[in-house]
């Protein structure tokens, strides 16, 4: 009876202690097969090149964290890095690193970094995929100021050579200038004939291509920073005490002149914007009663190609006196619209007739100077508006974007 | 001796079963999210990472696996506040190919139901 | 130190030499032997043929313990305490007995952290707590009271047991807790021939409220809902500093004594308890509740004749059960709780056999043995959280009860004890933690997995004031116990007062 009792007593505990101890507590599980983990880009950017990447797993139990550098590799499909030998667990995973790309045509860099906590990692689970997101290369390039009017001499006569125009990277990441063109519009906004064809849905007709030059990343931007285009890179106030000194400027606009009366300056410090096609033979400056439009397009294809397709033949129809003539388009090209990145249509109040771009590049218009030959224009500019946090206000209408007869930013 | 020994085992069943406690052990469920497109845009591609934070412990989760625009991920069941940023691109009515940045956002939302808890939320599309 | 030990068992071992017999009633009420017995009187039936003389006791008492680290963060460095008891057992007659306790105390704990409750073995992990800390005042009063009587073969007992405890804080965090336990048991037992088969029923109930205040501003710091292994119930947590614990529940005890003292026992109890945490400031809404389940089975084989010797196993077992309900959005500060799961799991296993020997027919003198295997697992699901700790024990004692003269009685007893870890391991999600919880429950751990020796000693002299019945007493206590993480702690105690 004894015996039997503390038997039995023995093997409930036994069991009891068993039971308990039952739950076996396995070491960490190595995955078997590579994680994977792979990076998306995003759906905007083109030719996408990864490098300076760290891909890191770190064990959230442990604070053991798996390391990959430069391993982001590019397959079919998508961009792919690796771990090996990793054990089963919860993770946070982060990647960083560099991209260049193109977005729209125009060139850019930019770094990422991602993070995603607490990814769960098994047997059945091995992969996990990142999305780069968090960046907005959107923005890109905008005119941000054009000073068209050009200053007066003390004598009280006008001067122009010292118009500029200001570019601006108003995105978020480092973009790259070259082959951006600064051009200007054939047509004027007081004057609205029928032009045939009628190209301007989908093609800007130029009378002005100046290119700035480079091989792809030549001219980095970085983001809110901004290159100045003048049309001559001198002090002008040593010839004009009321005007610039603009030998700062980034790029300028030189002209070989078939006058021989008349010769650009050439700042040899300042380089020199590709000229790819102007309608004068002379030296160019912009309208300066702002009559044209102008805008920044990206140039694909070389000069030679350009100017053998891109010419504009076609006429219009002009009417004076009540008679109508029909006129022959000269000294015209065409700029795809899909090339353009920015643009601003200029006039005056009392001669606005059209906006020569299209509403989906500047649906407005701005001006310096109200009226036909307003002669309080000069000194005057217009410069895109910026928003709380120093970002170009770029709502494609440059009548609320712009800040209309403003101080010359450079004007001192 | 033997007459005592089923009352006892009687007595001490019927304690254990009245006292004994239901451990709650549906742990996780699958929380859906499904984001809504306006009509007015007919999407090519969309790509985005949805991060859901715990509201009671403050731990966050995110998965960038989207398909047919549902987001799928296992979570403990609870209230969870819900953050998509992603890329869309859609062709408009004028035809054209846009491709935008959106966001889509929810300060609280209960993914308690089992096996399968589901949730909606808009893209709000961002000005590019 | 060892030589101070010496001295001791020196002195102990030649008491028996001059020795006279020693207080009858003192032996029968304080003997070690009544440990075999204590489970089983836990049912008042049985309480109240515990014993055949009557005694009370008034005494006030001086407790002091002192670690140089705290061995528990929760639990803090030490205490000091003052408590004026007085305790009786009165035979009323060969059928009815009745038994009282009452106490009040009143003291300090100190350096306690990351704890603002009380109780906090009861009602851990779901507690309040902060990183800071510090002192608290204690008062406990205790009432106790039990009534048995027997009706032929049938032995009936009632019992009240009544605590009420106030803990508070003078300085930020100022933390107040206050408790009040209140537990009824009414038992039975049966006689046969040869045992007394009895059964009891225990009823509890549990409040305790918590507060946190604080008076200066800048040092306002959050108050944690804790959820179990350093994980935190971040959304209420901060500023949620008014808590309300309400809890209770029921026991159920089987015994088998036998009659004269001599043969198998058995001792069965079952018990399962619940407390639920509440916000008070959240209109009542309930955080956690925590389950415990308790099974404890003590059962062998005791004799008493020229010598005394009992020989049995003591085996319980704990599972604690924590629900955490996930809470919903609030309209107008109505929380809805979208669902409730069970996010912590603790397994308490503790066995041990323990042998005693000893007589009782000049001196009282007996020795202890006890050799035993504690495990401790605990487990919190999402995310994975996971401590467990396994040790055995073995102590060793000894306690002798002799006469000095006709009028005194000295009761010595020496025990020594040691500790040693077997398994242990601890894995928290150290990034999803925050890094004061891992700072704390790294310390815990290192003291959960450590070894330990213990010694105490204590000499209690009784002296009956001549030709009545009441009697003085002086009793001191002392014990050390070292830390194989070289920390160690002291524990001292001074208890004057009168028998009667």
Request: charged share 20%; proline share 3%.
């Amino acid at each position: 009876m004894k015996k039997n009792f503390i038997g039995g007593l023995m093997m409930l505990l036994t069991l009891g202690l068993s039971l308990s101890a039952c739950s076996s507590d396995d070491g960490p599980v190595i995955i078997n097969e590579p994680v994977s983990v792979a990076i998306e880009m995003p759906l905007n950017l083109e030719n996408v090149v990864v490098s300076n990447d760290v891909t890191t797993l770190v064990d959230v139990k442990t604070g053991e964290a798996h390391v990959a550098a430069n391993a982001i590799k590019k397959t079919a499909d998508g961009y792919v890095v690796e771990f090996n030998e990793v054990a089963e667990g919860t993770y946070n995973l982060t990647s960083k690193g560099d991209l260049t790309f193109t977005v729209d045509g125009v060139a850019g860099k930019s770094s990422f970094e991602m993070t995603q906590d607490n990814v769960v990692l098994s047997r059945q689970a091995k992969s996990a995929k990142l999305t780069v997101n968090t960046f907005a290369a959107k923005g890109g390039f905008v005119i941000s100021e054009i000073f068209f009017t050009g200053t007066t001499t003390p004598e009280g006569k006008q001067y122009s050579n010292d118009q500029y125009i200001t570019i601006t990277n108003n995105s978020d990441v480092t973009l790259y200038a070259d082959s951006l063109a600064f051009v200007e519009s054939s047509f004027l906004t007081v004057n609205n004939y029928e032009y045939v064809p009628d190209i301007s849905k989908d093609t800007l007709a130029v009378d002005a291509v100046y290119m700035i030059p480079g091989t792809g990343m030549s001219v980095p931007v970085e983001p809110g920073k901004s290159i100045t285009l003048a049309v001559n890179a001198i002090n002008h106030k040593e010839g004009n005490a009321n005007s610039i000194d603009l030998r700062g400027a980034d790029f300028e606009f030189y002209d070989i002149s078939s006058n021989p009366t008349y010769n650009d300056v050439d700042n040899e410090n300042v380089p020199n914007l590709d000229k790819w096609y102007c309608y004068t033979a002379t030296l160019y400056t912009m309208h300066n009663r702002g009559f044209k439009s102008y805008a920044i397009a990206k140039m694909h294809g070389t000069k030679d190609d350009f100017l053998k397709n891109n010419a504009y033949v076609g006429k219009y129809v002009m009417t004076v006196n009540g008679n109508a003539y029909e006129m022959k388009v000269n000294n015209t090209y065409k700029v795809p619209m899909k090339w353009v990145v920015d643009g601003v249509n200029l006039s005056v109040e009392e001669e606005w007739q059209w906006n020569v771009l299209p509403a989906n590049v500047d649906s407005g218009w701005t001006f310096c100077g109200k009226t036909l030959n307003d002669k309080t224009r000069y000194s005057k500019a217009v410069i895109r508006k910026q928003d709380a946090d120093g970002k170009y206000v770029d709502t494609n209408n440059s009548t609320n974007d712009f800040t209309a007869e403003a101080v010359p930013s450079l004007l001192k | 001796m033997k007459r005592i020994l089923p009352l006892l085992a009687l007595v001490i069943g019927a304690f254990t079963l009245a006292s004994c406690h239901q451990e709650q052990t549906d742990y996780y469920t699958t929380a859906r999210l499904t984001l809504t497109v306006p009509d007015s845009i007919s999407v090519r591609q969309i790509q985005g990472t949805m991060t859901l934070q715990s509201l009671n412990t403050t731990l966050s989760q995110s998965t960038s696996n989207i398909t047919d625009y549902n987001f799928d991920m296992q979570v403990l069941r609870g209230a969870y506040k819900i953050d998509v940023v992603g890329m869309i691109q859609y062709t408009t009515t004028h035809g054209g190919l846009q491709t935008r940045h959106y966001r889509a956002h929810s300060d609280y939302t209960p993914f308690a139901d089992m096996p399968l808890s589901t949730a909606k939320l808009p893209i709000i599309l961002l000005d590019e | 130190m060892n030589k101070q030990i010496l001295h001791i068992i020196l002195l102990v071992a030649a008491i028996p030499v001059m020795a006279a017999t020693p207080d009858s009633v003192l032996t029968e009420h304080h003997t070690v032997w009544n440990t075999v017995n204590l489970e089983a009187w836990k049912n008042p039936a049985l309480h109240g043929a515990a014993f055949a003389t009557d005694y009370s006791q008034l005494a006030i008492l001086a407790d002091y313990q002192q670690q140089s680290k705290a061995f528990v963060l929760q639990k803090g460095t030490g205490h000091t305490h003052y408590q004026i008891e007085a305790d009786t057992y009165l035979r009323l007659s060969n059928l009815t007995a009745v038994w009282g306790k009452a106490s009040y105390m009143t003291g300090h704990n100190r350096s306690i952290k990351w704890s603002s409750v009380s109780d906090y073995e009861l009602i851990e992990p779901y507690i309040l707590a902060d990183t800071l800390g510090g002192r608290t005042e204690k008062e406990r009063y205790v009432f106790e009271g039990g009534y048995a009587t027997r009706l032929g073969k049938v032995l009936l007992g009632g019992e009240m047991m009544f605590r009420a405890e106030h803990e508070y804080r003078t300085t930020d965090p100022r933390m107040r807790a206050i408790v009040s336990d209140l537990t009824l048991r009414a038992g039975a037992a049966y006689e046969t021939s040869r045992y007394h088969w009895g059964a009891a029923f225990e009823a509890n109930i549990y409040k305790q409220t918590d507060n946190v205040t604080f008076y200066r501003e800048e040092g306002v710091i959050p108050e944690f809902q804790m959820t179990g292994l350093g994980a935190v119930y971040v959304r209420f947590s901060g500023e949620v500093n008014n808590l309300y614990f309400n809890g209770g529940g029921t026991q159920l005890y089987i015994n088998a004594s036998p009659l004269n003292g001599n043969g198998l026992f058995g001792n069965i109890t079952l018990g399962q308890h619940r407390y639920e945490r509440i916000a008070a400031s959240l209109n009542s809404l309930p955080l956690t509740k925590l389950y415990r389940h308790e099974a404890h089975l003590q059962a062998g084989y005791k004799h008493r004749a020229q010598h005394d010797a009992a020989i049995y196993v003591d085996a319980s077992y704990t599972q604690r059960l924590g629900d955490e309900n996930m809470v919903g959005s609030s309209q107008s500060n109505n929380y809805p709780i979208l669902t409730t799961l069970t996010m912590y799991k603790n397994d308490i296993l503790n066995a041990s056999l323990n042998a005693l020997y000893g007589s009782h027919e000049n001196t009282d003198w007996h020795v202890l043995l006890k050799a035993g295997y504690e495990q401790n697992t605990e487990k919190y699901v999402e995310p994975e959280r996971k401590q467990k700790y396994a040790r055995v024990y073995g102590k060793l004692g000894a306690q002798l009860m002799a006469g000095i003269g006709q009028q005194s009685t000295l009761t010595c007893s020496l025990n020594g004890a040691y500790i040693k870890h077997v398994d242990s391991e601890l894995s928290i999600p150290v990034l999803n933690t925050e890094a004061a919880a891992v700072a704390m429950l790294n310390h815990n751990y290192r003291y959960l997995k450590a070894d330990y020796t213990s010694v105490s000693a204590s000499v209690r002299a009784d002296h009956t004031l001549a030709d009545s019945r009441y009697g003085i007493f002086a009793e001191l206590l002392g014990g050390a116990t070292f830390c194989s993480e070289s920390e160690h702690e002291l524990r001292f105690t001074l208890k004057l007062g009168m028998t009667f």
